[in-house]
């Protein structure tokens, strides 16, 4: 039975309680056969399936994860002359970058102005300005990244500097963006101009979109995060060889402080393959982080997004170069089908074959907050083979529009709808002791935050000053997880009111 299958039954039965209990289970390891993502064809042949012919005994540093967050923890922790020569291990279960980073919509992309807004108004002005200009910085240091990397990799990479369109299909939603754009330049300025009006008339003439009310032009970029990220693992592990050694299809299975043993590597890391003794763990493993650090269920919980690549048809001219796109929906809840649109597409075109890489979704209310990307919601495979139409006219899409591959990837949401970086609690992981520390939770923004986020990460694990900088908005500590918007029902409300089911989080009142 598919999750809209099972959603029927649920409309009839407790809703409330079935999403209180998925909020709050164990996420589990990521699971061995997941969908197959476009980006990870071929495989990486050089560190793809990498792993040591023995695990390393005693390490340093140990990073659970391998997208492109922990790409920033590694690079850093490496990098940095305080490390000396430290060691470092690194833990995946399953291929390098098999997970969200490896499934996405390759899309690097400023944030929508409404971001801005809402975190100015939940978090203050200074936080929403930090917020945004580390997130502008973030972007250009995954082109440097590239670009650091010569020429012939950023060509591997497809990393490409273009044109970005937010589309807004709902008259809320763009009246809502004017006046965000207003404050955002008005509060940054060197923002102003960035964010260019487009009229609902150019949106369907020049833009050929279906039935937006206005739109928005910025730079922004798209590249193959699979190749960024999986080649940069490559380039570390050739420079910094005795040090740096990569583990997949070797999930972590526990955690233990034994300090007594080994004050100086206190944590005991258990996978299949043997035990390590370590140092410091840090976590960077998003939707699946409540497995080892139970802590956090309820506080931050997976939920399953739909990407795809299809061909647009003949009509559809060659904009790779020129344009990606972000198209906008209020989030929308049909209580007669248990559907939930959450309100944004994202595409871009690949410059080779002309295919868009396009992804979004409409799923089953109870198919949405999961860990298991072996699978796919049925509402969500259904809506994303006919989306194309949907969003572009008649002047660019014929009826020869086709669908080549749709999998799943595992994002993450978190009760305030901010990451969490920085040391965790004991509270959070279960255990005593000061050595475990997280950068996940990035609420769809992997992209934009990841990169720069590791590094910071980093730089707080080695005893560096970041607050001229980054958000403290996004450090995790006690006193935030204990706040009023981690409490279960305040989760489970903002869950229903992120989905467009502002009728159900009504009734929470």
Not at 350 to 370: A, Q, Y
Request: one cysteine or more; a neutral charge; proline letters at 6%.
């Amino acid at each position: 039975m598919t999750a809209s299958d099972q959603s029927q039954g649920v409309a009839a039965g407790d809703l409330q309680g079935v999403i209180r209990r998925q909020l709050t289970q164990d996420p589990q390891l990521p699971r061995p056969n997941p969908t197959v993502s476009s980006w990870q064809i071929p495989q990486n042949p050089h560190v793809g399936s990498m792993k040591s012919s023995e695990i390393p005994r005693k390490v340093d540093y140990v990073v659970i994860g391998s997208g492109v967050a922990a790409c920033g923890v590694v690079k850093e922790l490496l990098s940095n002359p305080s490390t000396g020569s430290k060691s470092l291990a690194l833990f995946e279960a399953r291929g390098l970058c098999s997970g969200a980073t490896g499934r996405n919509g390759g899309q690097l992309t400023r944030l929508p102005p409404t971001r801005h807004t809402f975190i100015v108004d939940n978090f203050g002005l200074d936080q929403a300005n930090k917020v945004l200009r580390l997130t502008v910085r973030g972007l250009e240091e995954m082109h440097k990244l590239a670009a650091a990397q010569g020429p012939d990799f950023q060509a591997y990479c497809r990393i490409r500097r273009l044109e970005k369109f937010f589309a807004y299909y709902d008259e809320q939603s763009w009246k809502e963006t004017v006046e965000a754009v207003k404050l955002l330049e008005q509060e940054i300025p060197e923002e102003r101009g960035v964010y260019k009006l487009v009229s609902k008339e150019e949106t369907s003439s020049i833009y050929k979109l279906n039935g937006a009310f206005g739109g928005l032009r910025l730079p922004a970029g798209v590249c193959a995060p699979y190749n960024l990220v999986t080649g940069t693992f490559k380039a570390l592990l050739d420079q910094y060889a005795g040090r740096f050694t990569i583990e997949t299809d070797c999930p972590v299975t526990a955690i233990s402080y034994l300090e007594s043993e080994d004050p100086e590597y206190p944590y005991l890391v258990d996978t299949p393959r043997g035990s390590v003794r370590v140092a410091t763990v840090i976590h960077c493993t998003n939707g699946h982080t409540g497995h080892l650090v139970p802590g956090l269920r309820g506080k931050m919980y997976p939920r399953r997004g739909t990407m795809s690549v299809q061909s647009p048809g003949h009509k559809f001219p060659n904009m790779s170069m020129k344009q990606s796109w972000s198209l906008y929906f209020t989030p929308k809840h049909d209580p007669q089908t248990q559907e939930i649109e959450t309100g944004r597409y994202y595409a871009f075109q690949h410059h080779e074959t002309g295919d868009l890489w396009i992804g979004g979704d409409k799923d089953s209310i109870d198919g949405f907050i999961t860990s298991d990307d072996s699978a796919i919601d049925r509402s969500a495979e259904k809506n994303i083979r006919k989306i194309i139409p949907r969003l572009f006219n008649k002047d660019w899409i014929a009826d020869d529009t086709a669908v080549q591959r749709v999998w799943s990837g595992i994002m993450c949401y978190t009760g305030d709808q901010l990451p969490f970086v920085g040391r965790l609690p004991s509270a959070a992981t279960g255990r005593q002791g000061q050595g475990e520390w997280i950068a996940g939770g990035w609420n769809t923004y992997g992209m934009t935050n990841g990169l720069l986020c590791g590094n910071a990460l980093s730089k707080l694990i080695l005893g560096e000053n970041i607050s001229d900088w980054f958000p403290e908005c996004y450090l995790i500590n006690d006193e935030r997880l204990q706040g009023n918007k981690f409490k279960q029902d305040a989760v489970v409300k903002d869950y229903f009111e992120r989905i467009g089911a502002h009728e159900i989080a009504r009734s929470l009142l």
